[in-house]
């Protein structure tokens, strides 16, 4: 496998070493199940099961579709070979190792600091966030990245917000999110009925 492979592969891993995951794969396998439903089987909170639901679609391991207004998750039943051919590769003789690189010119073309360049550059793989930085300094940097994803003076659901961060940051939306609202990034509404960007930030 090529070095993206490999990166996609060892994600693929990721989203599946988890108990509840296998779990809501095994329920998802043979029909699609709205999020809702699915809670309600496995006896877990909506919004744990909705993250989990987002990370194994952002791995590629779910399909969606839509039925009277409801969007059901079901089992990509293709994504068993795609999981067998890289374990087949396995058993192949190493070559030479080749350093995964990343397409950052998006990062050149963004209007901020070389130092703030190098942290996104640290952190995302592919304009993708790979990971959470520990550093408040270098976290601060990722977070003024995903408010640049959302419009001044627009004010979204939550369900908009979590779909924002799930499809161009990373699948852990909550904890995105709740970080954009403790450091100031956005603000909202009590009970959480609306956000929008802190434009004083």
Known sequence: MDSKEQVYFLSMLKAIADPTRLQLL???????????EIARIIDLPEEIVSQDLNYLHANGFLRLSMMNNQRL??????????????????????????????????IDELDASSEDKNILSKWTFDGRLTD???????????????????????????????????????????????????????KRERGGAAYWL????
């Open 26 to 36: 095994r329920l998802v396998s043979e029909k699609g199940y709205p999020v809702q």
């Open 73 to 106: 998750y079901q089992f990509k039943q293709d994504v068993v070979q795609i999981l067998v051919g890289y374990v087949q590769q396995l058993s192949m003789p190493l070559k030479e190792a080749e350093k995964p690189i990343s397409d950052n010119r998006w």
């Open 132 to 186: 959470f930085p520990i550093k408040d300094k270098e976290w601060a940097v990722i977070l003024r990245w995903v408010a640049s994803k959302f419009e001044a003076n627009v004010r979204y659901t939550e369900k908009q917000v979590n779909e924002i961060i799930t499809t161009h940051i990373h699948p852990d939306y909550a904890t995105i999110r709740r970080s954009l609202i403790e450091d100031g990034f956005m």
């Open 198 to 201: 802190n434009t004083e930030k």
